[in-house]
T-cell receptor
Framework: DAKTTQPNSMESNEEEPVHLPCNHSTISGTDYIHWYRQLPSQGPEYVIHGLTSNVNNRMASLAIAEDRKSSTLILHRATLRDAAVYYCILRDVTKDMRFGAGTRLTVKP | GAVVSQHPSRVICKSGTSVKIECRSL??????MFWYRQFPKQSLMLMAT?????????EQGVEKDKFLINHASLTLSTLTVTSAHPEDSSFYIC???????????FGNGTRLTVT
């Protein structure tokens, strides 16, 4: 399975944008880039996913590099409720979802 | 949005007993359900994948006779931890999807403590 590399932790200030990076240099052409987040003592929550083009939804934006070897999850205005572990996952259509270590985001008031 | 209900949220059992965890998709039909286990301060580890009406596919190192998975309908999958031991204490999480490559919808997890 293609692997992803994320920083272990990041900090942000409330109401400021947050850019969470993810490197995936061995991504294959059929891998979608998924982002999930997990708040303490809860199951993960879907955030966004994409294949080649940048994607926006009500929660976040996903910027995908032209060569697809990296991507960035963008939270436009961080709130305290955005403090969570964010997982960047590559997933082929036919395969299951495997989680890496993720990035623990701390949001400071 | 799609909701996955997992029950119970917490369970404490004695060593040697069995525990059943239910995972239901409330407003959609789940062709595939996944079961994960998460130890403190670690990431989720995939245990098994189950498709409705067929046997589950277990990850290497996961004992299928110990972790029994039943996916009898498109809205319900169950995980039974048989003859539980303290080392089985963990956070168990299920997820479901409607079709290949659709986002996964996760339950809120079951915290199992075996005494």
């Amino acid at each position: 399975d293609a692997k992803t590399t994320q920083p272990n932790s990041m900090e942000s200030n409330e109401e400021e944008p947050v850019h969470l990076p993810c490197n995936h240099s061995t991504i294959s052409g059929t891998d979608y880039i998924h982002w999930y987040r997990q708040l303490p003592s809860q199951g993960p929550e879907y955030v966004i996913h994409g294949l080649t083009s940048n994607v926006n939804n009500r929660m976040a934006s996903l910027a995908i590099a032209e060569d697809r070897k990296s991507s960035t999850l963008i939270l436009h205005r961080a709130t305290l409720r955005d403090a969570a572990v964010y997982y960047c996952i590559l997933r082929d259509v036919t395969k299951d979802m495997r989680f890496g270590a993720g990035t623990r985001l701390t949001v400071k008031p | 949005g799609a909701v996955v209900s997992q029950h119970p949220s917490r369970v404490i059992c004695k060593s040697g007993t069995s525990v059943k965890i239910e995972c239901r998709s409330l407003d959609f039909q789940a062709t595939t359900m996944f079961w994960y286990r998460q130890f403190p301060k670690q990431s989720l580890m995939l245990m098994a994948t189950s498709n409705e009406g067929s046997k589950a596919t277990y990850e290497q190192g996961v004992e299928k006779d110990k972790f029994l998975i039943n996916h009898a309908s498109l809205t319900l999958s169950t995980l039974t931890v048989t003859s539980a031991h303290p080392e089985d204490s963990s956070f168990y999480i299920c997820s479901a999807q409607t079709r290949n490559n659709s986002p996964l919808h996760f339950g809120n997890g079951t915290r199992l403590t075996v005494t």
